[in-house]
């Protein structure tokens, strides 16, 4: 079975600029999340999506918004890009929430704003 | 606020020599622990997990930690690492979200 996927793998962006970031989970998950990872620092939450519904949020302006599609795939897109955006964002798939069950990261997509 | 502390960040050893990487959490309520892994190259992958029960918990490639509650630890540690054990180490704790360390840099030299 195939991993979590995500796309691109890189992307470059300017500041002000929006980015969207997608994520396919592992077949049979049902629940994505996504963090920011900064370099040198351990992945932060972002967002988690079950069946559809928001069900999490971390410390993230709304400049940062997701959603998960019938198929259970997300995207996350971030508005006004800053310098500061610039990191590994990493889709992370589960079969239920977060509460009870393993979650399973993809690659990352590396953003770069410039 | 909810936080992990990893107080090592870059840990050098020689094959053979046995690893302790110290974790500390701050949540007072019921927590689940987790040790990841990223291997160069590679994505995060589970190492071990605590949810209940014996808080001495085994986990892949030789590996275990052990969850002391009075002092919201939860330490990786490997008696004899390989030079395989190359990676970064994310300690991380799930309240109503996962939280994670700020990692462990690993080496290990022939």
């Known amino acids: 079975d195939a991993g979590v996927t995500q796309s691109p793998t890189h992307l470059i962006k300017t500041r002000g600029q929006h980015v969207t970031l997608r994520c396919s989970p592992i077949?049979?998950?049902?629940?994505v999340s996504w963090y920011q990872q900064v370099l040198g620092q351990g992945p932060q939450f972002i967002f988690q999506?079950?069946?559809?519904?928001?069900?999490g949020r971390g410390n993230f302006p709304d400049r940062f918004s997701a959603r998960q599609f019938p198929n259970y795939s997300s995207e996350l897109n971030v508005n006004a890009l800053l310098l500061g955006d610039s990191a590994l964002y990493l889709c992370a798939s589960s079969w239920g929430g977060i509460a009870y069950n393993e979650q399973f990261f993809g690659p990352g997509t590396r953003l770069t704003v410039l | 606020a909810q936080s992990v502390s990893q107080h090592n960040h870059h840990v050098i050893l020689s094959e053979a020599a046995s690893l302790e990487l110290g974790c500390n959490y701050s949540?007072?309520?019921?927590?689940?622990l987790f040790w990841y892994v990223q291997y160069p190259g590679q994505h995060l992958q589970l190492l071990l997990k605590?949810?209940?029960?014996?808080?001495l918990v085994k986990g892949i490639k030789g590996f275990e930690a052990e969850f002391i509650k009075s002092k919201f630890s939860f330490n990786l540690r490997k008696p004899s690492v390989q030079w395989s054990d190359t990676a970064e180490y994310f300690c991380?704790?799930?309240?109503?979200?996962?939280?994670f360390g700020t990692g462990t840099r690993l080496q290990v030299f022939p």
């Open positions: 605590y949810f209940s029960g014996d808080p």
């Open positions: 999506y079950y069946e559809k519904e928001e069900r």
């Open positions: 077949s049979g998950h049902k629940s």
């Open positions: 949540y007072g309520g019921t927590v689940n």
């Open positions: 991380a704790v799930k309240t109503d979200k996962l939280i």
